[in-house]
């Protein structure tokens, strides 16, 4: 597609290029358009002239797929015109986020070009702190009173819903304060004359305002809810979470653990819009921290080297133990994290939790260290400067009690920093393995001593 509107372009055939956008979905559109901005080969800034050719109905909503950097670039190009006609068609929620993406002077620029009832929405959500439910809510839903017929409902419904959101979901207030629920469904397949009271649900589920947001969007997939009620502390309602946006923010989230498991510090930039700096700085502070603690492995190495002259056969199995422990570790941490994060796991559950990885570490233990003891007596049988056996003892005991404790380990770290308050991610791969590599050669040097009578 992208070479077939270049070739459009060049022939300046403006009329195809708009019967090919007619029948693309927005989404679609704004990924081609952004492709033309992050290749910059077209001179001219063609990106803008492709996105003045879309239908006044659609661009709003390619407006709001693209990424800040093109929104900005729109956005001065715009005259003030065009910009409020952006602005009247986009939802206020995706208003506002655009608003936290841009500089002052084109925040000044998008509120002058809003009229006073926007402003004032777009004033409201941004009060909101970053991460609660009330950031990512619209305030754009369909909302009916309880007093109203089926037929009045719709009727209401066919003047305002055009303008909404989504309309799959109703609410009925009283004084504002939320007492009922709907689907459109229940709407459309009830008696023209039934009263919205005897059709809607009171059992309602809802948030507040300032619920973080990735909990709602949990809530949201637990229930397979399309659209999350929001209310005040006096259970007014004063917006909607949808579907699109919650799986905006369980994607910014996960992006986030995945960052913080891999030890780097999150980014709201993309990967080619962060620089090598920016890069730098963001993994250097956790290197730094898992260097310095691996000097312990260090010192313990440096205070059994009586056990290396004695037996240099043990130094080849160094990297093979603190491998296996990382790995197990590794393991472990990943399924407690991501438990959490769906809720599968509750502080309450910290012993079943270890419990349960303990039988796992022995089970997992016992069978590497059968394979690894039969290995090493096979290698080492003939081996007149080592005792085989006591070898295989040595290094298959390690491996053992290395596995128990690393997949303790990293079933604990998590939990414990979540009862801290603190985010799992941060005890994941990278800490733990410091911490198992530090214990597990601890270990393995004072068997061998014992074993070996060293």
Known sequence: ???KVLDLLEERNFKAIRELFRDMNEADVAALLQRFYDDGDIEGHQHIVLFRLLNKDVAADVFAYMDSDMQKLLIESFTDNELREVIDDL?????????EEMPANVVSRILRSADAATR???NQLLKYPKDSAGSVMTTEYVYLKKDYTAREALEAIRHIGVVKETVYTLYVTESRVLIGVLSLLDLITADEEDKIEDIMQTNIISVNT????EIVASQMAKYDFAAMPVVDNDNRLVGIITYDDAMDVLQ??????????????PSDESYFKTSVFAHAKNRIMWLLVLMLSATLTGAIVNKYQAAFAAVPVLVSFLSMLSGTGGNCGSQTSTLVIRGMALGEKQMRDFFKVLFKELRVAIVCGVILSVVNAGRIILVYRNNKTVDCYKLAFTVSGAILLTVVLSKLIAAMLPMIAKKLRLDP??????LITTIVDTCSTLMFFALATVVFGL
């Open 425 to 430: 991610a941060i005890m994941a791969a990278p």
């Open 210 to 213: 300032l619920e973080d947001r």
């Open 91 to 99: 939802y206020v929620d995706d208003t506002v986020d655009i608003i």
């Open 120 to 122: 004032s929405e777009i």
């Open 1 to 3: 597609m992208y070479e």
């Open 252 to 265: 910014e989230e996960t992006t986030e653990d995945f960052s913080k498991m891999a030890a780097v510090a």
